[in-house]
């Protein structure tokens, strides 16, 4: 897609001077590399062209207009001017034109403010309450998940800042949270939490930290992962602030709290005063196997153990189980998966010693908001930065590193990571400059995560590999309780056995390497589709090379498979070229797999092709190279073209 692709087939004297221009202009973008609808926009460039119908390109020179080609349906060109003269004339460069004729071309223009990003002179920089934003770069993480990256020079010197923009339209998109080692206990760096979630239900796409935690390691709040209450709230009501995820699925921001009850038989209900904290005098917790391998508690009182437990510990309904065991004047009951532990001290453990084996335990647990009942994912934070639009103010000194978490008046979520205590880097934030840089980023609520040297984000890179993106005060990822996972989600619904990759019809950008090879080129176009209006066109040209030639079609948006598929398949419109056609995997451990489609393309038309995937293939499995069309037989060297389309996981 774009100038360059499309100007190579104009004539070898245009394309020299095209190319030059090009490539001065791609140069010119630096590191500020701003992607939009699957393309890359440069200085200068205002939107971009795709040709509907076959209409001519020209060539002005001196006020004359040249007829150069006919474009055809499908070819898309960055634009850079628009000129009211012959009837109105789109610019794509080097001196060519294509008039603006309805019906014929399609014209899109990106936001204002990515151009601003790619041209900062003509657009101004941008100016936020912390100061001027000197340098901006964005990338697309995923379909749906967007990366930013700014550097602002402030009063007090450099701010760095990152954020990702997460799309709550993509159904295939969530947000979980993560628990460091699986238990409350005890600290993990955010890389080592986003790994080990990885390829449990889906591909961790990022993360930042979470809540604030204790010298114990456990979260201070509320902490909800899958639907489960994995620890209560500490913090009075007036002081914390909680992030969820709705049972619809929308993101909230608020200060709820849960009310536990238990009855034993046909006795009086009694007060649980929170879940898989430590016990304090006159208390009844309850523990569950989140919380460590045992109870940690003293001798000084009584424990439950509860097993055949029935139902979730969600705000919204009643759990029931049958007591096990009653264990007076022990404490540190073991905990084991599918059982939980009722522990009491003083009055607490009064109410307990009634229980006996056989008992019907009944856990009623009811949010004071009847918007959480049922919430997905929670978990805590400290300060309300923003609320119902309006951008709050503190009496806090301190300018340090800050993680946020926002959402916009369309749902969507923002993450925010701003990195201080590093003078020649990033000085980091008041709360204040904050809250006003998460309303002037769109939030209309939002909330501050833990900060300090706990400030991290973690982010897929291209390789498919998930790395810290930025840089933590202490000088490496500190250890922390819990964190915010966004998670690539499988959707197969009404039993579908399928999971479409890429259908062509989105703007995703591809490329093509060519080995041993006179050219590879790839491109999306209308020229053939099987479904929809759109496939992927690659050509190649292997003529007079020696040794095995090549043209491999990647996408530049990695593609990943969140669980095991047992083949990938796809239409392919093949030349009767008799090539060798395959694809590339590497698996969650790195590994790559070569998988075969077909040893010989001996058709002429569509066709649907399966390559077999290794059954032994680790989680997440990325599709690094999905075409790989090759051949090694000098005899059977050849140009041509084929297309793909419909490119699918299968799993049964």
């Known amino acids: 897609m774009g100038t360059a692709k499309s100007i190579i087939r104009i004539g070898v004297g245009a394309v020299l001077a095209a190319w030059t221009a090009l490539q001065a202009t791609e140069a010119d973008a630096g590191a500020n590399i701003v992607y939009w609808e699957g393309m890359r926009l440069v200085p200068g460039q205002i939107g971009k062209l795709e040709i509907v119908k076959p209409i001519n390109l020209w ?332 951008v709050q103010s503190f009496a806090i000194a301190g300018a340090h590193p800050r993680t946020a978490v926002g959402i916009d008046r369309d749902g969507n979520v923002m993450l925010v990571v701003v990195d201080g205590r590093q003078p020649a880097h990033s000085q980091g934030m008041t709360l204040n400059e904050m809250a006003k840089l998460m309303g002037e980023l769109g939030a209309v609520d939002a909330m501050t995560l833990d900060g300090g040297g706990s400030s991290t984000l973690v982010v897929r890179q291209p390789n498919g590999q998930l790395k810290v993106e930025n840089k933590p005060s202490d000088g490496f990822p500190r250890p922390v309780a819990n964190a915010l996972l966004v998670v690539y989600k499988e959707t197969q619904e009404n039993g579908d056995s399928e999971e479409v990759l890429d259908d062509f019809e989105t703007e995703s950008k591809w490329k093509a390497a060519g080995v041993n090879a006179v050219g590879a080129a790839v491109e999306r176009t209308m020229e053939k589709a099987k479904d929809g209006t759109k496939a992927l066109k690659i050509s190649y040209d292997f003529r007079g090379m020696l040794g095995t030639s090549g043209v491999y079609a990647s996408r530049e948006e990695a593609i990943w498979i969140s669980k095991r598929p047992q083949a990938i398949g796809m239409w392919v419109y093949g030349d009767g070229s008799g090539h060798w056609l395959r694809a590339q995997l590497r698996d969650g451990r790195g590994r790559r797999f070569w998988i075969d489609f077909a040893r010989h393309v001996d058709w002429v038309g569509w066709k649907y092709v399966q390559a077999a995937v290794p059954s032994d293939v680790a989680l997440p499995l990325m599709l690094e190279t999905p075409v790989r069309y090759m051949e090694t037989d000098a005899g059977r060297k050849s140009a041509g073209v084929i297309y793909i389309d419909g490119l699918r996981a299968i799993f049964r």
């Open 59 to 390: 060539k002005r020179e001196n006020g004359t207009m040249t007829f150069v080609r006919v474009l055809e349906p499908g070819e898309q060109y960055r634009v850079y001017s628009y000129d009211e003269a012959f009837g109105g004339q789109y610019g794509v460069g080097g001196g060519y034109y294509v008039t603006n004729i309805k019906g014929h071309v399609l014209y899109k223009t990106p936001s204002r403010e990515k151009l601003k990003l790619v041209n900062p002179g003509r657009y101004g920089a941008k100016q936020l309450a912390v100061g001027t934003v000197v340098k901006e770069a964005l990338a697309r993480v995923a379909p749906g998940v967007e990366k930013e990256e700014m550097e602002i020079v402030s009063v007090r010197g450099k701010q760095h800042v990152y954020k990702l923009d997460i799309d709550a339209a993509n159904e295939k998109l969530a947000i979980e949270t993560a628990l460091s080692n699986d238990q409350v206990l005890g600290i993990e760096p955010v890389l080592q939490q986003a790994k080990r979630y990885d390829g449990r239900d889906g591909i961790v796409l990022a993360a930042v930290n979470g809540d604030y935690f204790k010298e114990d390691g456990s979260p201070t709040d509320l902490m909800v992962h899958r639907g489960e209450i994995v620890m209560t709230n500490t913090t009075p009501a007036a002081e914390r602030t909680i992030f969820g995820i709705g049972a619809d699925g929308k993101p909230m921001i608020g200060n709820p709290d849960v009310q536990i009850r238990v009855q034993m038989g046909q006795g009086s209900p009694y007060p649980i005063d929170g879940i898989n904290k430590p016990r304090r005098a006159h208390q009844l917790i309850l523990y569950t196997p989140y919380f460590a391998a045992s109870t940690k508690t003293n001798a000084l009182g009584t424990e439950v153990v509860l097993t055949n437990v029935q139902g979730v510990l969600n705000g919204n309904g009643t759990v029931t189980a049958t007591v096990k065991k009653v264990a007076v004047s022990q404490g540190d009951e073991p905990l084991q998966p599918g059982e939980l532990v009722l522990s009491g001290h003083g009055r607490a453990s009064d109410y307990l010693r009634q229980a006996k084996a056989g008992d019907t335990v009944q856990i009623s647990l009811q949010y004071d908001q009847p918007e959480w009942s049922g919430v997905k994912e929670a978990l805590g934070g400290r300060y309300r930065l923003v609320a119902g639009g309006q």
